[in-house]
T-cell receptor, first 107, second 115 residues
Framework: KNEVEQSPQNLTAQEGEFITINCSYS?????LHWLQQHPGGGIVSLFM???GKKKHGRLIATINIQEKHSSLHITASHPRDSAVYIC?????????FGTGTSLTVIP | KAGVTQTPRYLIKTRGQQVTLSCSPI?????VSWYQQTPGQGLQFLFE???????NKGNFPGRFSGRQFSNSRSEMNVSTLELGDSALYLC??????????????FGEGSWLTVV
């Protein structure tokens, strides 16, 4: 049973394209994190959401608690955005993780 | 301000041995959590410590254990290593426990290979 479904699994985009990554979850959450992992392992927490929408630079994250769905958008994508993006719902007691979306942005 | 520091970064162990990994959180952070990442299972939550107490534990066998010291540094131990324990082990810290809504900060991870 997968508590978190993330799509797409792999995504290739041309530089400048608008990108959307989707995450659906089945658990009740206190917050949802979007994580970015570059080759080599290091993980950065991009957003922590409990409602609505957040924006950092070219990145936008939204969440619909009723529909148990979140999206990560990247506007004007750049090759340095190439990474694995992971959705991580947090129930407060347990952290669940999506399988990740591997994004490659081609110059 | 220094980030989350994990040591060692890379290590190779033999089946049956045990291993201890260390995590130094960001100064002032009292919550430390541990995660295992493998190609097959992805990221999985191991356990979380806050003020030297284990708050939550994921679905891992008793061979996986951890502790937290009074200075918030944490160690995790895996005994009787199996080939399937080969993974990237990540530590993360936050000011307060994860459910409180604080941002979490990850270390670079410890790459464990069991042969």
């Amino acid at each position: 049973k997968n508590e978190v479904e993330q799509s797409p699994q792999n995504l290739t985009a041309q530089e400048g394209e608008f990108i959307t990554i989707n995450c659906s979850y089945s658990v009740g959450i206190s917050a949802l994190h979007w994580l970015q992992q570059h080759p080599g392992g290091g993980i950065v927490s991009l957003f922590m959401l409990s409602s609505g929408k957040k924006k950092h630079g070219r990145l936008i994250a939204t969440i619909n608690i009723q529909e148990k769905h979140s999206s990560l958008h990247i506007t004007a994508s750049h090759p340095r955005d190439s990474a694995v993006y992971i959705c991580a719902p947090n129930t407060g007691n347990q952290f669940y993780f999506g399988t990740g979306t591997s994004l490659t942005v081609i110059p | 301000k220094a980030g989350v520091t994990q040591t060692p970064r890379y290590l190779i162990k033999t089946r049956g041995q045990q291993v201890t990994l260390s995590c130094s959180p960001i100064s002032g952070h009292r919550s430390v959590s541990w995660y295992q990442q493998t190609p097959g299972q992805g990221l999985q939550f191991l356990f979380e410590y806050f003020s030297e107490t284990q708050r939550n534990k994921g679905n891992f066998p008793g061979r996986f254990s951890g502790r937290q010291f009074s200075n918030s540094r944490s160690e995790m131990n895996v005994s009787t290593l199996e080939l399937g324990d080969s993974a990237l082990y990540l530590c993360a810290s936050s000011l307060e426990p994860r459910g409180s809504g604080n941002t979490i900060y990850f270390g670079e991870g410890s790459w464990l290979t069991v042969v």
